[in-house]
């Protein structure tokens, strides 16, 4: 392990055996970061990364509750009528956005007063590729505020989604659509 990752680590440390943040294999151990050491030990270790450190094996423990992200890969069959750099338009996106907010409302059952913040979309957009006569358009939405248990099962998002091929431009012949959700 590096000795400036190792040095952060032991000034960050709260000594807790069953409570854990980080996990370093070799050697291994299980390190917990107390909450207000957080922020400085992120600047601290990016600066190391970009310092281009050696030997900066560390893993984070994923936590019980984490934010809603979807992912998204469209496959459109290449017609010769595709914009390659945006394949749909604003619309569409607004009402994918709009329709997995309300799916996660329903499914929720998020007070009123919290919906602002609590259904707040990011929207990440990936280079479309092409792979001979069809075109991948991948696509994420992330909940940052939206979080759940990672315990509960994901295809039941689905469940109450309506359907949003309707919102597509006429000239799209969707091939595949591949929707996952993740919280980690």
């Known amino acids: 392990m590096n000795q400036d990752l190792r040095a952060i680590l032991k000034e960050?440390?709260?000594?807790d055996e069953h409570n854990y943040t980080h996990e370093t294999v070799y050697p291994p151990n299980k390190w917990n970061i107390r909450s207000a050491f957080l922020t400085e030990f992120w600047k601290r270790y990016c600066d190391l990364v970009q310092d281009g450190k050696p030997d900066l094996c560390l893993s984070e423990k994923p936590s019980n509750r984490a934010p809603v992200i979807l992912f998204f890969?469209?496959?459109?069959h290449n017609n010769g009528n595709l914009d390659m750099e945006t394949p749909f338009n604003d619309k569409f996106i607004i009402h994918l956005c709009a329709t997995f907010q309300h799916t996660l409302f329903t499914l929720m059952k998020i007070p009123t007063e919290l919906h602002a913040k609590t259904l707040r979309t990011c929207y990440l957009e990936?280079?479309?590729?092409v792979d001979g006569e069809v075109i991948n358009c991948r696509?994420?939405?992330?909940?940052?505020?939206?979080?759940r248990d990672t315990t509960i099962k994901t295809k039941k998002i689905f469940k109450y989604t309506p359907d949003i091929g309707y919102?597509?431009?006429?000239?799209?012949?969707?091939?595949?659509?591949?929707?996952?959700?993740y919280s980690y």
Do not use: D, E, M
């Open 12 to 15: 960050g440390h709260i000594k």
């Open 139 to 147: 696509i994420r939405i992330k909940f940052p505020y939206c979080k």
């Open 126 to 129: 990936a280079p479309s590729v």
């Open 73 to 76: 890969n469209f496959q459109f």
């Open 167 to 181: 919102i597509i431009n006429a000239s799209l012949q969707i091939l595949n659509t591949l929707v996952i959700v």
